[in-house]
C-alpha cells in the first residue's frame, strides 16, 4: 500500500508539475517578468507627468535557464508533495469504504486547490513583484491557519454526519472573519490591472495542476491496486 501510494505521487507529480511549469511559462511568467520591470523602475507607472497610463512591455521569456530550471524542479516537487497528501487522503477514505474513480479524483483535486490556492488567496491573492504587503510573519501564519481550517472543514463537508458539515462551514469561516494582515495604506509600483491579472493566471494555473493530480492519483492508485 504505502509502496503504491509513493508510486503514483510521484508520477503524477511529475506529470502535474510539468503541466503547471508549461502553464506558467505561457501566461503566468510573462506577468511576472512585466512586474519586475516595475519594480527595479524600469517601467514607471504613475510617473511624474502625472500619466495613469504605462505600455505594455510583454517580455520575452529570456535565456535564463537556470531560472527556467528552477521554476519546473520547483513545480515538480511542489505537485509530488501534494500527490502524497492526495494519495494519503484518498487510501484514508478507502479504509472508510469510500472508492475513488480517476473522476472522483477530478473533485479530490479541486478541494486540494480551493484548500491551498483559492481559500488563502480570498485574503492574501497572490502577489506581483512591486506590490506591497503587510509583514510576512503573520501573513505565513493566516496563510497556514486558512490552508489547515480549509482543509478540516472541506473533510467535514464532504464525510461529516448530522451536523459536522455545518461545523465544517463554519471553520471555513474562521480565518476570513479574523482577517488577513493587510497595510492601513494602499502603495505599490505595479499597474493594478498587471496585478490583478497576475493574480488570476496564477490561480487558473494552479488550478489546473490541481485537476491534473487529482485525476493522475487516483487513476494510478487504481491501476495499482488491481495489478497488485
Not at 524542479?73 to 494519495?87: D, S
Not at 493566516?142 to 471553520?171: D, M, V
Amino acid at each position: 500500500m504505502v509502496k503504491n501510494l509513493f508510486i503514483s505521487a510521484l508520477c503524477a507529480g511529475i506529470v502535474a508539475g510539468l503541466i503547471a511549469a508549461l502553464l506558467q511559462f505561457i501566461f503566468v511568467i510573462p506577468a511576472l517578468l512585466e512586474g519586475e520591470l516595475f519594480e527595479s523602475g524600469v517601467h514607471v507607472h504613475f510617473g511624474l507627468d502625472g500619466s495613469p497610463q504605462s505600455d505594455r512591455a510583454s517580455p520575452s521569456l529570456g535565456d535564463d535557464w537556470s531560472r527556467h530550471s528552477m521554476t519546473v524542479a520547483f513545480n515538480i516537487v511542489t505537485y509530488t508533495g501534494y500527490g502524497l497528501l492526495l494519495a494519503a487522503m484518498i487510501a484514508f477514505a478507502g479504509l472508510k469504504g469510500i472508492i475513488t474513480t480517476p473522476r472522483n479524483g477530478l473533485v479530490w483535486g479541486l478541494c486540494g486547490f480551493i484548500a491551498v490556492q483559492l481559500a488563502p488567496a480570498v485574503g492574501l491573492p497572490p502577489e506581483l513583484p512591486g506590490t506591497i504587503g503587510a509583514e510576512i510573519g503573520p501573513r505565513q501564519i493566516w496563510w497556514l491557519g486558512t490552508i489547515l481550517a480549509t482543509s478540516l472543514g472541506l473533510g467535514l463537508i464532504a464525510f461529516g454526519q448530522n451536523y459536522l458539515p455545518l461545523g465544517g462551514i463554519a471553520i471555513i469561516a474562521i480565518p476570513h472573519l479574523v482577517g488577513a494582515p493587510h497595510l492601513d495604506v494602499f502603495f505599490g509600483v505595479a499597474p493594478p490591472e498587471l496585478a490583478a491579472e497576475f493574480s488570476t493566471l496564477s490561480l487558473g494555473t494552479a488550478a489546473a495542476g490541481w485537476v491534473v493530480l487529482g485525476y493522475l492519483v487516483s487513476e494510478m492508485l487504481q491501476r495499482l491496486d488491481k495489478s497488485t
